[in-house]
């Protein structure tokens, strides 16, 4: 089964601060995505990431970045968080074969930026 | 206009009812096409894959539509656990594959 986690369900930050979501998956997936899920704008691609140190942005990639060191690990960074970053954040992760793989999600990050 | 674009909802049924979902994309190129399914404050997961054939699991029925750009997901008796957001889901044909989701729609089943 795979699994795929996330360093922490709720999170509550301040304005201006630089904050780390963690997400980690066991099925040795090469593709791994970032979105945030908001009220009426559905899920959105922060950014993704198809191997190792390569990464690709999304529709909105804007106050963000990422980090891929190693295949079981895609970081996302807020570098400032701002209030409007305010969000269930999701990861996933999908195996090589894009026309049939389907993505298995994290269980999400809600985060609170004060 | 949005890439992928569901129908509104939400949907109100009662147990027993057969209720159809529709979905458009606009990317000819589109590859590969799922529905998932999502629970209130959990992730979405996969509920079936969408194939040219059509196919079908158990109660749920879904059709793809290559030439009108849609696809479709038909639940027939439906049960109160069925009450969830349902997403359409649409690949790419580039390198990742990238995903774009609709909004989802949402269904009440009652009793």
């Known amino acids: 089964d795979v699994k795929v986690t996330q360093s922490s369900r709720y999170l509550v930050k301040r304005t201006g601060e630089k904050v780390f979501l963690e997400c980690v998956q066991d099925?040795?997936?090469?593709?791994m995505f970032w979105y945030r899920q908001d009220p009426g704008l559905g899920l959105r691609l922060i950014y993704f990431?198809?191997?190792?140190?390569?990464?690709e942005k999304g529709d909105i990639p804007e106050g963000y970045s990422v980090s891929r060191e190693k295949k079981e690990r895609f970081s996302l960074i807020l570098e400032s968080a701002s209030t409007n970053q305010t969000s269930m954040y999701l990861c996933?992760?999908?195996?090589?074969?894009?026309?049939?793989?389907?993505?298995?999600f994290g269980p999400g990050t809600r985060l609170t930026v004060l | 206009r949005k890439e992928v674009e569901q129908d509104p909802g939400p949907f109100n049924v009662p147990e027993g009812a057969t209720v159809a979902f529709n979905c458009t994309y606009s990317?000819?190129?589109?590859?590969?096409f799922f529905w998932y399914r999502q629970d209130c404050r959990k992730e979405p997961k996969l509920l079936m894959s969408?194939?040219?054939s059509g196919n079908e699991d158990g109660r749920f029925t879904a059709q793809l539509n290559r030439a009108s750009q849609y696809i479709s997901l038909l639940i027939r008796d439906s049960k109160l656990s069925d009450s969830a957001t349902y997403l359409c889901?649409?690949?790419?044909?580039?390198?990742?594959?990238?995903?774009?989701f609709g909004d989802g729609t949402t269904l009440t089943v009652k009793p």
């Open positions: 099925m040795d997936h090469e593709n």
């Open positions: 969408v194939y040219s």
């Open positions: 990431s198809y191997d190792v140190k390569m990464k």
């Open positions: 889901v649409v690949n790419d044909n580039t390198n990742a594959g990238k995903s774009t």
């Open positions: 996933a992760s999908r195996g090589p074969h894009r026309g049939t793989d389907t993505q298995y």
């Open positions: 990317n000819s190129a589109s590859q590969s």
